[in-house]
């Protein structure tokens, strides 16, 4: 999965569209209906609080969720690579985050030993390693 970045634009932030959800950091995913949802929007209210890694990983693992998943708040280039691997597919980057140089981090590794939400299996089981 590819990591969309992008800033919000805060003087007009638009409103929500059909077929998203927008989920508070204290929501349980598993319980939130997502008949005709195509996008769920998971908050980072500050950056140590990393409850939506969390619900992105229940929302494709547990629930099957394809759909995109968008971190947005206290969204920063450090968090990328880890969004990326628990399924988050876009992201809502702080004011101050160079786009960039998030692209280049997300970049900056080829693989993973361990397993997560895009390659369950860790290293030494899968068929390529």
């Given at each position: 999965?590819?990591?969309?970045?992008y800033h919000l634009n805060a003087?007009?932030?638009?409103?929500?569209?059909?077929?998203?959800?927008?989920?508070?950091?204290?929501?349980?995913?598993?319980?939130?209906?997502?008949?005709?949802?195509?996008?769920?929007?998971?908050?980072?209210?500050?950056?140590?609080?990393?409850?939506?890694?969390?619900?992105?990983?229940?929302?494709?693992?547990?629930?099957?969720?394809?759909?995109?998943?968008?971190?947005?708040?206290?969204?920063?280039?450090?968090?990328?690579?880890?969004?990326?691997?628990?399924?988050?597919?876009?992201?809502?980057?702080?004011?101050?985050?160079?786009?960039?140089?998030?692209?280049?981090?997300?970049?900056?590794?080829?693989?993973?030993?361990?397993?997560?939400?895009?390659?369950?299996?860790?290293?030494?089981?899968?068929?390529?390693?």
């Amino acid at each position: 999965m590819e990591l969309n970045l992008y800033h919000l634009n805060a003087a007009a932030p638009a409103p929500l569209q059909p077929g998203v959800v927008e989920l508070s950091n204290d929501a349980d995913p598993l319980e939130v209906a997502l008949e005709g949802v195509n996008s769920v929007r998971l908050d980072f209210p500050k950056f140590t609080d990393g409850r939506a890694f969390s619900q992105a990983v229940m929302l494709r693992k547990r629930r099957g969720f394809k759909g995109d998943i968008c971190a947005t708040g206290e969204v920063l280039i450090d968090q990328l690579i880890q969004m990326a691997r628990t399924g988050f597919t876009s992201a809502e980057l702080r004011a101050d985050q160079d786009i960039e140089h998030g692209k280049r981090l997300l970049k900056h590794f080829k693989g993973f030993y361990q397993g997560d939400v895009i390659n369950p299996k860790p290293a030494f089981a899968r068929s390529d390693a």
